[in-house]
């Protein structure tokens, strides 16, 4: 074989693998999708565990699960089966014992009350995808579809705002025009997250979290409290704890919420919800340090018609600390009596 030859012959051998690797990508089809593994939530935690003395799983009358396409979700319907229809929404870290003060009042003054566990956090399953705003309003609007509601009043707290504000703009319909939001985030600046919220929000710290020694650790700390101890503490604070030492993710739940999340992001939600025929409610603490009360006065400039009630010297767990105030307000919009009338 000549010289030339054997170059030709080199250079066609030397085209083939990469003509062949072409075909094959170009012919190839893709593997079946496969479903997001979903992770347990404390209905999986044996009886024996603290969490059950702070926030039991027949914390609310009325509980039930619906199995929904990303896991099962806990919800509670309470107060008169005629009632006018109310949805509560928690924020980010605290599951639906963050309306212990609330729900039994509207329920009490003749409201139907839906109540529910947001994908992992307390009672509800934790799929393992990204906690986005689509995440976390097709979850109720699926919710409500199970429970055959055709609409209902929609009252948001803290990231549950962001929710409320999102789930009108996307399931229009469902909504009966009214909306509250208290202590609403949604458009909260990344300036006024925390540098702790931000690291422990980062990608690697969650892979460390996950990690067997750290929950392992996490858990030891968590069961160092006794149930006679559990009864003085405040159970606010101890469920997150809890929820941080034996949920296998709920760390990370709450860590996508606040980079992926309706936490921020959602001025466009905010204009829509101007834009249509709902009212909206306002309630915000001056000494809200998580979303800093300045945030009521840029909604209240994205939605004009908001009505805002300033509960004064209140945190940001108002429903708590003043929940006779976030009563009075919610009831006063609620009703059929309600007009708007600013309030600074």
Not at 201 to 206: A, F, G, H, K
Request: aromatic share 10%.
């Amino acid at each position: 074989m000549s010289s030339t030859s054997f170059h030709r012959l080199t250079r066609s051998l030397l085209v083939l693998p990469p003509l062949f690797l072409t075909v094959y990508l170009l012919a190839s089809f893709p593997r079946p999708p496969t479903a997001p593994i979903v992770h347990t939530s404390l209905a999986h935690l044996p009886s024996s565990s603290p969490s059950w003395n702070v926030y039991p799983e027949d914390f609310y009358t009325g509980g039930a699960y619906a199995n929904l396409p990303l896991g099962r979700v806990r919800y509670w319907l309470i107060g008169p089966e005629d009632g006018r229809r109310v949805v509560l929404i928690h924020g980010l870290s605290i599951p639906a014992i963050v309306w212990k003060d609330v729900a039994p009042v509207l329920a009490s003054q003749g409201y139907r009350v839906l109540l529910y566990d947001l994908y992992g956090r307390g009672y509800s399953d934790a799929p393992q995808v990204t906690y986005d705003t689509t995440l976390h309003t097709t979850q109720l609007a699926l919710l409500m579809q199970h429970i055959k509601w055709d609409n209902a009043f929609i009252i948001g707290l803290s990231m549950g705002g962001g929710i409320a504000t999102a789930f009108s703009v996307h399931f229009p319909h469902l909504v009966n025009g009214k909306v509250a939001l208290v202590a609403s985030a949604g458009i909260i600046e990344s300036s006024d997250l925390s540098r702790t919220a931000k690291f422990m929000s980062s990608p690697l710290v969650q892979t460390v979290s996950a990690l067997p020694p750290f929950q392992h650790y996490m858990r030891l700390l968590a069961n160092t409290s006794k149930s006679s101890e559990l009864l003085e503490i405040n159970p606010i604070q101890e469920i997150v704890r809890l929820q941080s030492a034996h949920l296998p993710h709920y760390n990370a739940a709450v860590a996508s919420c606040l980079r992926d999340g309706p936490i921020r992001g959602l001025h466009l939600a905010f204009q829509t919800l101007a834009r249509s025929s709902n009212q909206v409610l306002l309630i915000h603490g001056t000494a809200d340090k998580t979303v800093p009360y300045k945030y009521a006065f840029q909604i209240r400039n994205i939605v004009p018609p908001a009505d805002l009630v300033t509960i004064s010297d209140g945190g940001h767990d108002i429903t708590v600390t003043h929940a006779s105030e976030v009563n009075a307000a919610l009831l006063h919009f609620l009703s059929d009596e309600y007009s708007y009338n600013p309030r600074k």
